[in-house]
């Protein structure tokens, strides 16, 4: 691994656990907590999301210089449908109540 990637990493690290501090000490233990865990909780879904990249990459042999491109296009189709679904979601709720149910039990 290259150390400046090492080094980047590290860097937001710390740079996140300053802003805990920050929030820890302004508003309180339980709010520093809260962001904490939701640091730590995020960190691992992105290392989720990492491996599961590395996966799909290896099954389909894409190779490494067409996979950055592969990646935006994989995280912009992903944004693109989620706003989609979210729209989609929103304007059936606000037609039917009843879907409350059928869309939480997707959930």
């Not at 809260?34 to 290896?58: H, M, P, T, W």
Request: charged share 15%.
């Amino acid at each position: 691994m290259d150390k400046k990637y090492l080094k980047w990493t590290l860097f937001w690290i710390i740079l996140a656990l300053l802003f805990n501090l920050l929030i820890f000490i302004s508003e309180g233990g339980e709010k520093g907590i809260q962001f904490f865990v939701g640091y730590i909780l995020e960190k691992a879904l992105s290392i989720d999301n990492l491996l599961l990249f590395f996966v799909i990459f290896a099954h389909f042999r894409i190779p490494v210089e067409y996979q950055p491109k592969v990646l935006l296009y994989g995280i912009g189709g992903a944004c693109l449908f989620r706003l989609i679904f979210i729209m989609g979601g929103l304007k059936l709720l606000a037609l039917f109540h009843g879907m409350v149910y059928i869309l939480g039990s997707f959930l």
